[in-house]
């Protein structure tokens, strides 16, 4: 980049707009995990029931969630909905499109540990002389926390709805101060910080909370 001279200082400028949009985007996957862990739950015992009126219908959400794009869900809750006389504001359709879209994959990977822990590594943990609560640390917890990460990422597709997280934030700066490649650099230094710190953060409590049962 001959000649290029990174102007960093103008995006620093606008710091404290990235953090309240890095904070949009905190707590938007929190919430997006707590909803659907409990969609993720309720549907994995529907997976797993021996009722067709309760597996069929939790089938059919898993599939028809896993095979469309997380994009045109969030298109469809916003502006689809909006056709037929539903407002939703722009920031709960994006909560319910993360948490309907996580939910499914929460289904599989819930239903996924229910099934194992009683059969294969169930055994194998206890023969290894596993605790309940390591079996559970060492099965069931890293999928969830490996979710917390995805949902992080993947959150950013809610600033074409116009919910200010930080990937818009870097959108509305750019408008303002045309440096896109320094806004950019720094925006992806922050989406790193946040998921290995919260990763990081989530093993640690992992380990101290698990040891302690």
């Not at 309760?54 to 896993?66: F, K, N, Q």
């Not at 710190?197 to 302690?212: A, E, N």
Request: aromatic share 12%.
């Amino acid at each position: 980049m001959p000649g290029y001279v990174f102007q960093f200082r103008l995006v620093f400028q606008e710091f404290p707009s990235l953090l309240e949009g890095a904070w949009m985007t905190i707590h938007l996957s929190l919430l997006t995990l707590l909803g659907s862990l409990v969609i993720g739950t309720l549907g994995a015992v529907c997976r797993l029931s021996r009722s067709r009126w309760l597996r069929r219908p939790a089938t059919w959400y898993v599939e028809g969630i896993r095979n469309t794009p997380l994009l045109v869900q969030l298109f469809f809750i916003y502006f689809g909905l909006g056709q037929v006389s539903v407002d939703v504001p722009n920031y709960l359709a994006a909560l319910i499109g993360l948490i309907i879209n996580n939910g499914a994959y929460l289904t599989e990977i819930v239903r996924a540990g229910i099934e194992a822990i009683p059969k294969s590594q169930h055994d194998a943990s206890v023969s290894l002389g596993m605790s309940y609560p390591q079996r559970l640390r060492y099965v069931i917890y890293p999928p969830l926390c490996n979710q917390l990460i995805s949902i992080i990422l993947f959150s950013s597709l809610v600033s074409v709805i116009a919910v200010e997280d930080l990937a818009l934030r870097g959108k509305m700066i750019i408008s303002r101060n045309f440096r896109s490649f320094e806004t950019y650099i720094v925006v992806t230094a922050m989406y790193v910080v946040m998921t290995l710190g919260i990763s990081t953060t989530l093993r640690l409590v992992g380990r101290r909370v698990f040891r302690q049962i």
